[in-house]
C-alpha cells in the first residue's frame, strides 16, 4: 500500500515544483506536531480543517510582524491542499480560503545596481557565497534552478564560459550562460573542494552544504533554506536594501527577484542585442512569437556575449571584458579593411588585363 507521501509526491511532475512543495508541507507538519505523514488519514476531516484555519492564523501573525507578504498565503497553503486531495481527505478549502487576507499590490520591485552587486561582492569572502553573487547575476534564474544542479550539468563555452539547462527534462527547460567572472569563482570552489578531501565527479553537486574542513564528510547538496540564508546574510552584510514602513513587501529589492531584473535590464538596455533573444534568455515564452521563435544555443550564446561586460560585476574584470570587446571590434575593422583592399587588388588586376587584352587587338 502507498504512503500518504508518496502518493503526494507521485502527483507533481517537474522536481523542483516537488523540491518547494516538501518544504511548504514539512512547515506545516512541524506546525501540527503529528507523528508522520500517514497519520493524517487517520484524523477525521473538521480537525484537519481546524488545524489549517490555525496554521493560516499563524501565517497572519507573521505578515503582521513583517516576516512574509499576505500574497504568500496561497503559496504556503497549496501544498498543503494537494495533500490532503491525493489522500482523498475531503476538506473545505472555501472555508479556509476566507480566512486569508486580502491581497496587495507588489510594490519596491527594483533591480540590483551595478554597485548593489559589487557591494555584495566586496563584503564576501567565502568562494560558494561569490558563486551566488555572480550566477543569479549571469543568469537572471530563479533561486529554485540552482538545487540539485550537478557539476556534469556544466558544459564549457567559449570565452571562458559555461553554459548549463536551467529545469532540465522539464516543459520550462531552457539553456542558460556563465560569464567568465562566475566561471573563475567555480573553479576556485571546486579545487579547493578537492584541496579539502572530496572527489569531485559528474554527480557532485554544484554548491554543497557547509562542512568540516578538517575531515572528509559526506557531500550534501545545498539546500534551498541553506541558499536563502546564505542570500540573506550576503544582503545583510552589504546594507543596500531599504525597509518599507506600511504593509506589503518588507523591501523595495525582492532578494531573488532584484538579481532577475538586473539581467534583464542589462540586456535590454544593449541595443545589440535581439530583443526576442533576450526573452528566450529569460525563459519566457515570449508570446505567440515565442512559440515559433526558438533560437539555437549558438544564436542565444552569440547575443548573450554581448552582454558579458554589462553582466560582469568587477571594476577589473568589466573592464577587461570592455577591451577585449574593443580589440575584437578593432581587430573586425582591421580584418573588414584587409577584405576590402584584397578586392580592390582583385578587380584593379581584372581592369589590368582588360585594358591589356585590348591593347593588344589595336
Same mark, same amino acid.
Given at each position: ?7 503526494? $509526491? ?32 487517520? %484524523? ?6 481546524n488545524?489549517? &484555519? ?8 507573521? #505578515? ?24 482523498? #481527505?475531503?476538506?473545505n478549502? +472555501? ?11 507588489t510594490?519596491?520591485?527594483?533591480p540590483?545596481? %551595478?554597485?548593489?552587486?559589487?557591494? @555584495? =561582492? ?8 561569490? #558563486?551566488?553573487?555572480? !550566477? ?6 530563479? /533561486?529554485?534552478? =540552482?538545487?540539485? =544542479? ?13 553554459t ?25 570552489? !571546486?579545487?579547493?573542494? $578537492?584541496?579539502?578531501?572530496? @572527489? ?8 554543497? &552544504? ?10 550534501? /547538496? ?8 546564505s542570500?540573506?546574510?550576503?544582503i ?5 536594501r ?5 504593509s ?6 525582492? @532578494? ?48 548573450? +556575449?554581448?552582454? #558579458? ?38 578587380? !584593379?588586376?581584372?581592369?589590368?588585363? =582588360?585594358?591589356e ?6
Amino acid at each position: 500500500m502507498l504512503k500518504a507521501l508518496e502518493i503526494f $509526491k507521485g502527483s507533481i511532475r517537474a522536481q523542483k515544483t516537488l523540491e518547494v512543495y516538501m518544504i511548504r508541507l514539512e512547515e506545516f507538519h512541524k506546525f501540527t506536531k503529528i507523528k508522520d505523514y500517514d497519520s493524517y488519514l487517520n %484524523l477525521d476531516n473538521k480537525t484537519i480543517e481546524n488545524m489549517m &484555519m490555525e496554521y493560516v492564523i499563524l501565517l497572519k501573525n507573521k #505578515i503582521e510582524k513583517g516576516i512574509i507578504t499576505p500574497n504568500a498565503i496561497a503559496q504556503r497553503i497549496a501544498p498543503i491542499e494537494l495533500f490532503m486531495s491525493q489522500n482523498d #481527505i475531503m476538506i473545505n478549502t +472555501k472555508k479556509i480560503h476566507r480566512m486569508y487576507p486580502r491581497k496587495i499590490k507588489t510594490k519596491g520591485e527594483l533591480p540590483y545596481t %551595478l554597485e548593489d552587486l559589487q557591494s @555584495m =561582492l566586496s563584503t564576501s569572502t567565502k568562494l560558494r557565497d561569490k #558563486i551566488l553573487i555572480t !550566477f543569479f547575476a549571469s543568469t537572471g534564474a530563479r /533561486p529554485e534552478s =540552482l538545487i540539485g =544542479l550537478k557539476f556534469g550539468d556544466l558544459k564549457e563555452m567559449d570565452m571562458g564560459c559555461m553554459t548549463l539547462k536551467i529545469y532540465e527534462n522539464d516543459i520550462e527547460e531552457y539553456p542558460c550562460f556563465l560569464t567568465p567572472e562566475c566561471v573563475r569563482y567555480l573553479e576556485k570552489y !571546486f579545487k579547493q573542494r $578537492k584541496f579539502h578531501g572530496e @572527489m569531485i565527479t559528474s554527480e557532485s553537486p554544484v554548491l554543497r &552544504m557547509a562542512y568540516n574542513k578538517r575531515k572528509v564528510e559526506s557531500v550534501k /547538496p545545498m539546500s534551498y533554506y541553506a541558499l536563502k540564508a546564505s542570500m540573506y546574510d550576503i544582503i545583510q552584510r552589504a546594507k543596500i536594501r531599504n525597509k518599507f514602513s506600511d504593509s506589503g513587501k518588507r523591501h523595495d529589492k525582492a @532578494m531573488f527577484g532584484a538579481f532577475r531584473k538586473f539581467f534583464e535590464t542589462a540586456l535590454n538596455n544593449n541595443k545589440e542585442i535581439n530583443p526576442n533573444v533576450t526573452e528566450k534568455l529569460m525563459g519566457h515564452r515570449n508570446d505567440l512569437r515565442g512559440v515559433y521563435y526558438n533560437p539555437d544555443i549558438d544564436v542565444r550564446f552569440e547575443n548573450f +556575449k554581448k552582454a #558579458i561586460p554589462d553582466l560582469t560585476i568587477s571594476e577589473v574584470l568589466r573592464l577587461e571584458e570592455q577591451n577585449k570587446r574593443k580589440d575584437d571590434r578593432i581587430q573586425k575593422l582591421e580584418t573588414d579593411k584587409d577584405r576590402r583592399i584584397d578586392e580592390l587588388e582583385k578587380n !584593379f588586376a581584372s581592369v589590368r588585363r =582588360l585594358l591589356e587584352q585590348a591593347d593588344s587587338k589595336v
